[in-house]
């Protein structure tokens, strides 16, 4: 696959290999639909058009991708208990009994601003203070995109019934160490949990150490105590 696609094969080359191979080697569900199959009803007729057939390379993954992203598969009716995966943006709008939000890592959520080269944020600015309507709130500048990150958060926490757990990772992918993001220490702010050894209550602002003795701490203690009385399989 990766050959064809390096030698710039045509989409209608690679969707068929790209089908068999998934349809070979891909581990499924026992039931349910087959992803090549929910695929397929879309791209076949992508891959048989002749201008689109002729998409080759990245422009060809993308399609793929494009198509995969968007797939749905309907099971069961809304309301019924099911499991949401996804990202924040994506949930805003639904309401859960429980949320988990991950990845809570500084430059993650919020993202990091950054300025579009060609029309700087000064620019926007000055546009949008110009007083033309059809200016007003078309051009958003890093921070605002920024913000509007801990809208969308706030709003898929808000419609949280039961339970709401964030959590950071202390390494990325790439094995390098992150700080967590300030939502973080904001959460830690709101609960003001006091001190886990004296019991005194602490800053309003918690500082890193008391961050990690009184919520990263308590939190991967659960953690490994709900693991060890309910173990992923018998080896555990």
Same mark, same amino acid.
């Given at each position: 696959?990766?050959?064809?696609?390096?030698?710039?094969?045509?989409?209608?080359?690679?969707?068929?290999?790209?089908?068999?191979?998934?349809?070979?080697?891909?581990?499924?569900?026992?039931?349910?639909?087959?992803?090549?199959?929910?695929?397929?009803?879309?791209?076949?007729?992508?891959?048989?058009?002749?201008?689109?057939?002729?998409?080759?390379?990245?422009?060809?993954?993308?399609?793929?991708?494009?198509?995969?992203?968007?797939?749905r598969v309907v099971a069961g009716r809304f309301?019924?208990?099911?499991?949401?995966?996804?990202?924040v943006r994506d949930a805003t709008g639904l309401h859960f009994?429980?949320?988990?939000?991950?990845?809570?890592?500084?430059?993650?959520?919020?993202?990091?601003?950054?300025? +579009?080269? &060609?029309?700087?944020? /000064?620019? %926007?600015?000055?546009?949008?203070? $110009?007083? #033309?309507?059809?200016?007003?709130?078309? =051009?958003?500048?890093?921070?605002?995109?920024?913000?509007?990150?801990?809208?969308?958060?706030?709003?898929?926490?808000?419609?949280?019934? +039961?339970? &709401?757990?964030?959590? /950071?990772? %202390?390494?990325?992918?790439?094995? $390098?160490? #992150?700080?967590?993001?300030?939502?973080? =220490?904001?959460?830690?702010?709101?609960?003001?949990?006091?001190?886990?050894?004296?019991?005194?209550?602490?800053?309003?602002?918690?500082?890193?150490?008391?961050?990690?003795?009184?919520?990263?701490?308590?939190?991967?203690?659960?953690?490994?105590?709900?693991?060890?009385?309910?173990?992923?399989?018998?080896?555990?």
């Amino acid at each position: 696959m990766a050959r064809a696609v390096l030698d710039s094969a045509a989409l209608a080359v690679l969707w068929p290999a790209l089908r068999d191979f998934l349809g070979t080697w891909l581990l499924q569900p026992g039931e349910g639909p087959r992803v090549q199959a929910l695929l397929e009803e879309r791209l076949a007729a992508i891959a048989s058009d002749t201008t689109c057939g002729t998409l080759a390379g990245h422009e060809a993954l993308r399609i793929i991708e494009d198509t995969l992203v968007s797939a749905r598969v309907v099971a069961g009716r809304f309301g019924e208990p099911a499991v949401y995966v996804g990202t924040v943006r994506d949930a805003t709008g639904l309401h859960f009994r429980t949320v988990r939000v991950i990845v809570l890592a500084e430059g993650h959520l919020p993202s990091i601003a950054r300025e +579009d080269p &060609v029309v700087p944020d /000064a620019v %926007r600015e000055a546009l949008s203070a $110009s007083g #033309r309507p059809a200016l007003l709130g078309s =051009l958003p500048t890093a921070a605002d995109r920024a913000l509007e990150d801990l809208h969308v958060l706030d709003v898929v926490i808000r419609n949280a019934v +039961d339970r &709401v757990a964030l959590s /950071a990772p %202390r390494l990325d992918v790439e094995r $390098s160490q #992150r700080e967590s993001s300030s939502v973080i =220490l904001e959460a830690a702010a709101a609960l003001g949990r006091p001190n886990r050894v004296t019991g005194e209550r602490g800053a309003t602002i918690p500082d890193l150490a008391s961050l990690r003795r009184d919520a990263f701490a308590p939190a991967r203690e659960a953690a490994t105590l709900f693991r060890r009385h309910r173990p992923l399989g018998d080896p555990s």
